[in-house]
């Protein structure tokens, strides 16, 4: 069964500072995407990085970084330059397969940025 | 891009009434969506899948006579809470998905059931 695992509850950052958020998952699927989703406290999720399953460099979306590790199946978001704004929850998420499979997510981060 | 609608933003509605939430895809067409809720400080469950022209896949533990799941046309998925209860009450998210691996997100729904 596919899992999603985020350990870190809420993080810390000082504003202009690299921050990394941790996810691992665990699927039996050769072929998966993973996906980095920010939630502001309005509640709407805005996409913010995708890694698939079969991609040879780690993807990169601005600020955003996905250091993905396959062997270890890790797939942690990186954020460079951290700003007020980023301060959210954010949630790492899978999907097996291709189109109509459901997507998983994990417990969350909540991410706080420091004046 | 594409943009996922969900009316109403919030409702509020008395015990044992039921309460109809609408979520569109207004640019584009939805051949799968996803309906989830999310408890506060908790991460996203989902409830189910629905694909236009037949019947939502539930998830486990989730009641399908509570919760109809209506997926009419390729822009319109429609969830229903029947005879809503205090517990029912929570964030409601929709997303739509084409055929690739990206899902769009509605702006949610907050239910309060009194």
């Known amino acids: 069964a596919q899992k999603i695992t985020q350990t870190q509850p809420g993080m810390f950052v000082q504003e202009k500072e690299a921050v990394t958020l941790d996810c691992t998952y665990d699927t039996s699927d050769p072929s998966y995407g993973l996906f980095w989703y920010k939630q502001p406290s309005s509640g709407e999720m805005i996409f913010l990085i995708y890694q698939g399953s079969y991609d040879q460099q780690n993807a990169t979306e601005g600020r955003y970084s996905l250091n993905f590790q396959k062997a270890r199946k890790s797939a942690n978001l990186v954020i460079s330059a951290s700003q007020l704004g980023d301060s959210a929850m954010y949630f790492c998420?899978?999907?097996?397969?291709?189109?109509?499979?459901?997507?998983?997510f994990g417990a969350g981060t909540r991410l706080f940025v420091k004046a | 891009g594409a943009v996922v609608s969900q009316h109403p933003s919030r409702v509020i509605c008395k015990s044992g009434t039921s309460v109809k939430i609408e979520c569109r895809s207004l640019d584009f067409q939805a051949t799968t969506m996803f309906w989830y809720r999310q408890f506060p400080k908790q991460s996203l469950m989902l409830m189910a899948t629905?694909?236009?022209?037949?019947?939502?896949?539930?998830e486990q533990g989730v009641e399908k006579d509570k919760f109809l799941i209506n997926h009419a046309s390729l822009t319109l998925s429609t969830l229903t809470v029947t005879s809503a209860h205090p517990e029912d009450s929570s964030f409601y998210i929709c997303?739509?998905?084409?055929?690739?691996?990206?899902?769009?997100f509605g702006p949610g729904t907050r239910l309060t059931v009194t």
């Open positions: 998420a899978m999907r097996e397969g291709g189109g109509g499979f459901k997507t998983i």
């Open positions: 997303s739509a998905s084409t055929s690739g691996y990206e899902q769009y």
């Open positions: 629905s694909n236009e022209g037949s019947k939502a896949t539930y």
